[in-house]
């Protein structure tokens, strides 16, 4: 089995590609560093299809695995030929080397097993083989015996039956022929088992072909069976299969009903059912690969969204019986001041919580309120959009609010690494600190909460957690390694997501800084408890230390290109009091000036792809990549759900995106739906390709249900 042909050919790449990467992986390197800072060796992979390869790596691994394990475990048995082994080494996929293994699987007492015990096996062999003379009646009276529990002629044929019944379910070419044409032909069938309402009213008499159902619909069904509102089966082409088998099997018509009843029996009572698991775990599986894919894409636009720098946000965290919880944060996140208001019922306090908002909003000078989207949101949003008018008749000064997801924030607040940042922080008030924080930096807070619970998945509480957990891992490693991290201030959440940095190192680093203050420069980290060369060249090119002499400290330039990047510097007549400088505006016409990048990177002895990545660093030292995307939508003023008419056209953000369409909050306290027809004038695919979580997007009411709170939005004809 050649892995590194078979990876080349799945991801249409050259096999050194491959064959370098996996060298890389299996030297340790992470995924981030090797996509970064070993572009060269991989000839440019980006961490997209790296982690693909990665992913596909174990699995053909574990194929192998599998394959030589098989192979042990039949020859134990003595029957290991070289047409089995064929069989096993051109097997594609770990199902079809169970179906070549299921003959040889130990097995529970079956009516098969039963029978041979008593001695059947011979006649079985005759029936199938169809080369006998005369009457299997009389052939059978043989095999009668009182002792072996064979007391007539018709036990002994029925046993012989039973045996060939459980060949044709274990033969892996009947299988593999019978799965193929369930899927291609198969239908899936879904009736109510109780007539009341739920979201599953769609599935209650329904039915689509497998090989076309969409994945959030196989989700859907699976979660509606497993609460017992759906029964889910699979129709089957059963007379094509039994033809099939039939042909398959039946060499003579003569006495040939033995062998219909027995294909019959065999479909029936051991194929169907088992096939249908098979056919439903698949699509159940592909289902979940497309769930876990979608919320890794909404997870890393989330993650990606732009911070909003230099601003005092207020954060609002709505309430009613408990009050709304109030928290002041200055521009680097901290903590100044917070409150509790009781601007919505049962109190409704609206007078008495402006005074103290507008006295906090006075005192610290806030730019921003920013505003949790869960319970009573709504009436917050209309308590503080006249609060922000009050404020700007009474002082002149201009202030907004920023709607923003809290999903999280309570998990957060109640979590141990809140109750060490803030021990004396009540727990209520923490989630308002988290909710201000994650509009001034969505990455640094966001990496405080287990990723499920941040809310832009689809189905993600029915797939495999494991497999959900490592591919959200690998989304909020790829975006923190992409941004970068300021080593003086990240927090031990942050940094654990750094290439070779682990939580316990995380720990360390912050436990360093504490004690002997800021890092001066990245060789420094090193100081640190159990972070060694091998994590230092891992991570150093994703830390930044913007108090650090050396400007390359401050970029995502590595240390060990630093020589590199200053014979560049050089053979241009720069420095690095230059970078600091930023007098670099000019670099890419400079560098033309002096033969381009491949004839300079010829001359100091470095990767064309690396002097272009250190190019595009020193020319912004401290670049943030997330500054060139659309910030938040700033609003002053509120609508009602009530106020939407079809026709008009509004601004919203996208909050989430699924398979079937894209939810976009409009300013309403209730996301529209954009369906897919409704995306673009062209045919989508799927509606990430037309729009991405934090997108700003015009937006065309098309209907409006206020009973189920439920909008029709639409994209087309509009720019």
Same mark, same amino acid.
């Given at each position: 089995?050649?892995?590194?042909?078979?990876?080349?050919?799945?991801?249409?790449?050259?096999? !050194?590609?491959?064959?370098?990467?996996?060298?890389?992986?299996?030297?340790? !390197?992470?995924?981030?560093?090797?996509?970064?800072?070993?572009?060269?060796?991989?000839?440019?992979?980006?961490?997209?299809?790296?982690?693909?390869?990665?992913?596909?790596?174990?699995?053909?691994?574990?194929?192998?695995?599998?394959?030589?394990?098989?192979?042990?475990?039949?020859?134990?048995?003595?029957?290991?030929?070289?047409?089995?082994?064929?069989?096993?080494?051109?097997?594609?996929?770990?199902?079809?080397?169970?179906?070549?293994?299921?003959?040889?699987?130990?097995?529970?007492?079956?009516?098969?097993?039963?029978?041979?015990?008593?001695?059947?096996?011979?006649?079985?062999?005759?029936?199938?083989?169809?080369?006998?003379?005369?009457?299997?009646?009389?052939?059978?009276?043989?095999?009668?015996?009182?002792?072996?529990?064979?007391?007539?002629?018709?036990?002994?044929?029925?046993?012989?039956?039973?045996?060939?019944?459980?060949?044709?379910?274990?033969?892996?070419?009947?299988?593999?022929?019978?799965?193929?044409?369930?899927?291609?032909?198969?239908?899936?069938?879904?009736?109510?088992?109780?007539?009341?309402?739920?979201?599953?009213?769609?599935?209650?008499?329904?039915?689509?072909?497998?090989?076309?159902?969409?994945?959030?619909?196989?989700?859907?069904?699976?979660?509606?069976?497993?609460?017992?509102?759906?029964?889910?089966?699979?129709?089957?082409?059963?007379?094509?299969? /039994?033809?099939?088998?039939?042909?398959?099997?039946?060499?003579?018509?003569?006495?040939?009903?033995?062998?219909?009843?027995?294909?019959?029996?065999?479909?029936?009572?051991?194929?169907?059912?088992?096939?249908?698991?098979?056919?439903?775990?698949?699509?159940?599986?592909?289902?979940?690969?497309?769930?876990?894919?979608?919320?890794?894409?909404?997870?890393?636009?989330?993650?990606?969204?732009?911070?909003?720098?230099?601003?005092?946000?207020?954060?609002?965290?709505?309430?009613?019986?408990?009050?709304?919880?109030?928290?002041?944060?200055?521009?680097?996140?901290?903590?100044?001041?917070?409150?509790?208001?009781?601007?919505?019922?049962?109190?409704?306090?609206?007078?008495?919580?402006?005074?103290?908002?507008?006295?906090? /909003?006075?005192?610290?000078?806030?730019?921003?309120?920013?505003?949790?989207?869960?319970?009573?949101?709504?009436?917050?949003?209309?308590?503080?959009?006249?609060?922000?008018?009050?404020?700007?008749?009474?002082?002149?000064?201009?202030?907004?609010?920023?709607?923003?997801?809290?999903?999280?924030?309570?998990?957060?607040?109640?979590?141990?690494?809140?109750?060490?940042?803030?021990?004396?922080?009540?727990?209520?008030?923490?989630?308002?600190?988290?909710?201000?924080?994650?509009?001034?930096?969505?990455?640094?807070?966001?990496?405080?909460?287990?990723?499920?619970?941040?809310?832009?998945?689809?189905?993600?509480?029915?797939?495999?957690?494991?497999?959900?957990?490592?591919?959200?891992?690998?989304?909020?490693?790829?975006?923190?390694?992409?941004?970068?991290?300021?080593?003086?201030?990240?927090?031990?959440?942050?940094?654990?997501?750094?290439?070779? /940095?682990?939580?316990?190192?995380?720990?360390?680093?912050?436990?360093?800084?504490?004690?002997?203050?800021?890092?001066?420069?990245?060789?420094?980290?090193?100081?640190?408890?159990?972070?060694?060369?091998?994590?230092?060249?891992?991570?150093?090119?994703?830390?930044?230390?913007?108090?650090?002499?050396?400007?390359?400290?401050?970029?995502?330039?590595?240390?060990?290109?630093?020589?590199?990047?200053?014979?560049?510097?050089?053979?241009?007549?720069?420095?690095?009091?230059?970078?600091?400088?930023?007098?670099?505006?000019?670099?890419?016409?400079?560098?033309?000036?002096?033969?381009?990048?491949?004839?300079?990177?010829?001359?100091?002895?470095?990767?064309?792809?690396?002097?272009?990545?250190?190019?595009?660093?020193?020319?912004?030292?401290?670049?943030?990549?997330?500054?060139?995307?659309?910030?938040?939508?700033?609003?002053?003023?509120?609508?009602?759900?009530?106020?939407?008419?079809?026709?008009?056209?509004?601004?919203?953000?996208?909050?989430?995106?699924?398979?079937?369409?894209?939810?976009?909050?409009?300013?309403?306290?209730?996301?529209?739906?954009?369906?897919?027809?409704?995306?673009?004038?062209?045919?989508?695919?799927?509606?990430?390709?037309?729009?991405?979580?934090?997108?700003?997007?015009?937006?065309?009411?098309?209907?409006?249900?206020?009973?189920?709170?439920?909008?029709?939005?639409?994209?087309?004809?509009?720019?």
């Amino acid at each position: 089995m050649d892995i590194i042909s078979i990876l080349a050919r799945e991801l249409n790449i050259r096999e !050194n590609q491959v064959k370098n990467t996996v060298e890389l992986i299996d030297e340790g !390197n992470t995924i981030p560093f090797i996509a970064r800072y070993r572009k060269e060796v991989t000839g440019g992979l980006d961490d997209v299809t790296l982690r693909q390869l990665f992913d596909r790596l174990n699995y053909l691994r574990n194929l192998f695995s599998k394959k030589e394990e098989v192979k042990r475990l039949i020859d134990e048995q003595g029957k290991l030929t070289d047409e089995i082994v064929k069989a096993i080494d051109e097997a594609n996929t770990i199902t079809e080397v169970d179906d070549i293994y299921r003959p040889f699987r130990p097995k529970k007492r079956t009516r098969a097993t039963i029978a041979k015990e008593r001695g059947l096996e011979p006649l079985a062999n005759i029936i199938l083989e169809q080369n006998y003379e005369g009457a299997i009646y009389d052939i059978a009276k043989q095999f009668v015996d009182a002792e072996k529990e064979v007391a007539t002629v018709e036990d002994a044929i029925s046993g012989a039956l039973d045996i060939i019944a459980e060949e044709i379910s274990d033969n892996a070419e009947f299988r593999k022929y019978i799965r193929n044409i369930t899927f291609k032909e198969g239908i899936i069938l879904t009736k109510a088992l109780k007539e009341e309402t739920s979201p599953y009213e769609m599935y209650y008499d329904y039915k689509e072909p497998v090989k076309s159902i969409l994945p959030h619909r196989v989700l859907a069904i699976n979660r509606g069976e497993k609460e017992e509102f759906l029964s889910v089966k699979i129709e089957a082409p059963v007379e094509r299969i /039994i033809s099939f088998l039939e042909n398959k099997l039946i060499k003579r018509e003569y006495e040939k009903e033995y062998i219909q009843r027995t294909v019959k029996d065999s479909y029936q009572r051991l194929i169907s059912s088992s096939i249908e698991r098979e056919i439903r775990n698949e699509l159940t599986e592909k289902a979940e690969e497309q769930a876990i894919k979608v919320f890794a894409a909404n997870l890393k636009n989330l993650l990606m969204q732009s911070p909003v720098k230099g601003k005092v946000v207020l954060g609002f965290d709505p309430g009613f019986r408990t009050g709304c919880k109030v928290a002041v944060v200055d521009e680097t996140g901290k903590l100044l001041d917070t409150a509790t208001v009781y601007s919505t019922a049962p109190q409704n306090d609206i007078e008495g919580s402006k005074k103290v908002l507008k006295q906090l /909003i006075y005192k610290h000078d806030v730019d921003i309120i920013s505003l949790g989207n869960g319970t009573a949101s709504r009436e917050s949003e209309i308590f503080i959009s006249e609060l922000i008018k009050e404020i700007q008749d009474e002082k002149g000064k201009k202030i907004y609010y920023v709607v923003v997801s809290e999903a999280g924030a309570s998990v957060y607040s109640a979590s141990e690494l809140a109750s060490k940042e803030f021990p004396d922080i009540n727990v209520s008030l923490r989630g308002a600190i988290s909710i201000a924080r994650r509009l001034q930096d969505p990455l640094a807070e966001l990496v405080k909460i287990d990723p499920k619970s941040i809310g832009v998945g689809q189905y993600q509480h029915d797939v495999s957690q494991k497999r959900l957990d490592d591919t959200l891992k690998g989304v909020v490693e790829d975006v923190v390694n992409s941004v970068g991290v300021d080593l003086n201030t990240a927090s031990v959440s942050l940094l654990s997501y750094v290439s070779g /940095i682990n939580s316990a190192i995380a720990k360390n680093i912050v436990e360093y800084r504490e004690q002997n203050g800021k890092f001066k420069d990245r060789r420094e980290i090193l100081k640190v408890k159990r972070l060694g060369e091998k994590a230092f060249v891992q991570c150093a090119g994703f830390l930044r230390i913007p108090e650090s002499s050396n400007p390359l400290d401050n970029t995502a330039v590595h240390p060990e290109s630093y020589d590199v990047c200053k014979s560049f510097l050089e053979r241009l007549n720069l420095s690095l009091d230059d970078v600091k400088n930023r007098k670099l505006e000019n670099l890419d016409a400079l560098v033309e000036r002096n033969g381009g990048v491949e004839k300079i990177a010829d001359e100091i002895g470095c990767g064309i792809p690396t002097l272009m990545d250190i190019i595009k660093e020193i020319k912004k030292p401290g670049r943030d990549p997330r500054e060139e995307l659309p910030p938040p939508i700033f609003m002053s003023t509120v609508m009602e759900m009530e106020h939407l008419k079809p026709g008009m056209i509004l601004k919203g953000t996208v909050r989430n995106v699924a398979d079937f369409g894209v939810f976009v909050d409009i300013g309403v306290h209730q996301d529209g739906l954009v369906h897919k027809s409704e995306l673009a004038n062209f045919y989508v695919k799927h509606p990430m390709e037309v729009a991405k979580v934090g997108d700003i997007v015009d937006v065309k009411v098309l209907d409006v249900d206020l009973k189920r709170k439920r909008i029709a939005l639409s994209m087309k004809d509009l720019k």
